[in-house]
């Protein structure tokens, strides 16, 4: 059974990069139908779509992050990554990382990583 | 890029009761990559409905989803205790980014 799970540091000072990593349990990042999103939500707002990536590198990113934002995969530790850089208050967010089947959505989700933007 | 309205914003219903949520895009969905995810507070979002109506492994009988094209509608048929949170659609397909509506909270009157 596929599982997904955030990892990585809870806090972030402002015009650094956060940086977190999604591990892929119970199937392979290389499956050729799955791309590998990072979605987050602001405490009380909804849920924003950052972008994915595919395992063979190809990536589609939100243009309002586009110039802070790098989504790579790594086939083999079994895992994906995003890094945003120059981050503010308004980066703070629960993260989730998720698969995007295509033709079925987003039919997994990881738990969710908490990351608060402050100095 | 597709902006995904959701009606109404807070729905007020009893359990047992019956429910009808409303996502209007600004731009046909292409093949009707439409998809509902149900929050419950603290939980990450889980997929209901994707295709506009096909539902998802596990997902029971009550919900269902019709539409296409600009206008899409989640059902559902008796609300249970856990059926109290908030929905979300989304349009999945080519166009980017791959946006959520804002959101629907159903909760118990």
């Known amino acids: 059974q596929l599982q997904l799970q955030e990892s990585g540091p809870g806090l972030a000072k402002p015009s650094e990069t956060l940086s977190l990593t999604c591990t892929v349990s119970?199937?392979?990042?290389?499956?050729?139908?799955?791309?590998w999103t990072w979605i987050r939500q602001p405490p009380g707002k909804g849920l924003e779509w950052i972008g994915h990536?595919?395992?063979?590198?190809?990536?589609n990113y939100n243009p309002s992050l586009e110039s802070r934002l790098t989504i790579s995969v790594d086939t083999s530790m079994n895992h994906f990554s995003l890094k945003l850089r120059s981050v503010t208050a308004a980066d703070t967010a629960v993260y989730y990382c998720?698969?995007?089947?295509?033709?079925?959505?987003?039919?997994?989700w990881g738990q969710g990583t908490r990351v608060t933007v402050s100095s | 890029e597709i902006v995904l309205t959701q009606s109404p914003g807070t729905l007020s219903l009893s359990p047992g009761e019956r429910a009808t949520l409303s996502c209007r895009a600004s731009h046909i969905v292409s093949s009707n990559y439409l998809a509902w995810y149900r929050q419950k507070p603290g939980q990450a979002p889980r997929l209901l409905i994707y295709?506009?109506?096909s539902r998802a492994t596990g997902i029971p009988d009550r919900f269902s989803g019709s539409g296409s094209g600009t206008d899409f509608t989640l059902t559902i048929g008796r609300l249970e205790p856990e059926d109290f949170a908030v929905y979300y659609c989304?349009?999945?397909?080519?166009?980017?980014?791959?946006?959520f509506g804002q959101g629907t909270k159903v909760e118990i009157k």
């Open positions: 990536i595919h395992y063979s590198g190809t990536t």
């Open positions: 295709g506009a109506s």
């Open positions: 989304q349009q999945y397909g080519s166009s980017y980014p791959k946006a």
């Open positions: 119970g199937g392979s990042v290389t499956s050729d139908s799955s791309y």
């Open positions: 998720a698969r995007d089947d295509w033709v079925s959505a987003f039919d997994i």
